[in-house]
């Protein structure tokens, strides 16, 4: 067998690398691209070409911090825009509030004055309401005093016919008892009769007499 010779390495292993880094730092730049055009600003040309005489080139480090700082201020532009955006409607609404308020106030204005008529006119009332009341509360000062006493002689009849009702629940018990009472003798009495009525048709006639 003859030894095996070792296998060369790869002499574009670094082309390619190189290749990689640099397609994916192009993709960066797109991607940077994409965003100052989503933003409404321009955006920038990737040249490929070896005549660098009208170019400037950057070292892959601050390539990388222009990208970052390009991100960063975008991103800080939106933030601002989207602020801008809502002091703005934020003050719409405050000056919507504010003349919603205005509105509010002189409709407010408006009804103090009717209130104010309105209250005016309800002292007068109240003026001739009181005429009124006082005179109302001394006849009905007076008609009280007739109910009391009408009241107190109302009171008066009403125990003495509670004291008559008691009285007559009493005789009512006492007569029921007495009915009872004479219930119970009448009913002894029948008893009584209708024993000896037995008796009398059970004896044996002995005489012409028994016999009639």
């Known amino acids: 067998m003859f030894p095996v010779a070792p296998k060369p390495q790869d002499s574009n292993q ?3 690398r190189l290749m990689t880094e640099k ?3 192009e993709a960066e730049w797109e991607s940077i691209n994409v965003l100052l055009m989503m933003h409404g600003l321009k955006p920038l040309s990737l040249v490929k070409r070896t005549d660098l005489k009208d170019l400037i080139i950057f070292d892959k480090q601050s390539s990388q911090r ?3 700082n390009l991100k960063l201020l975008v991103e800080e532009t939106s933030r601002q825009q989207n602020m801008i955006q809502e002091l703005i409607e934020t003050n719409q609404q405050l000056r919507n509030e504010l003349q919603l308020e205005q509105s509010r106030a002189a409709n407010q204005e408006q009804r ?3 209130l104010e008529q309105i209250m005016e006119s309800v002292k007068s009332k109240i003026g001739e309401l009181e005429d009124e009341s006082l005179s109302r509360a001394c006849h009905q000062q007076n008609k009280i005093k007739d109910l009391q006493k009408e009241q107190k002689t109302l009171q008066v009849k009403c125990q003495h016919y509670k004291k008559k009702r008691t009285e007559q629940q009493e005789t009512i018990a006492s007569l029921q008892m007495e009915v009872c009472r ?10 009584t009769q209708n ?3 037995a008796y009398l048709c059970k004896r044996v006639p002995h005489t012409v007499l028994d016999r009639q």
Do not use: C, H, T, Y
């Open 14 to 16: 670094p082309s390619d």
């Open 23 to 25: 397609q994916q730092e």
């Open 66 to 68: 222009m990208r970052q």
């Open 112 to 114: 103090a004055n009717d």
């Open 182 to 191: 004479l219930k119970k003798e009448e009913e002894d009495r029948i008893v």
């Open 195 to 197: 024993r000896v009525f």
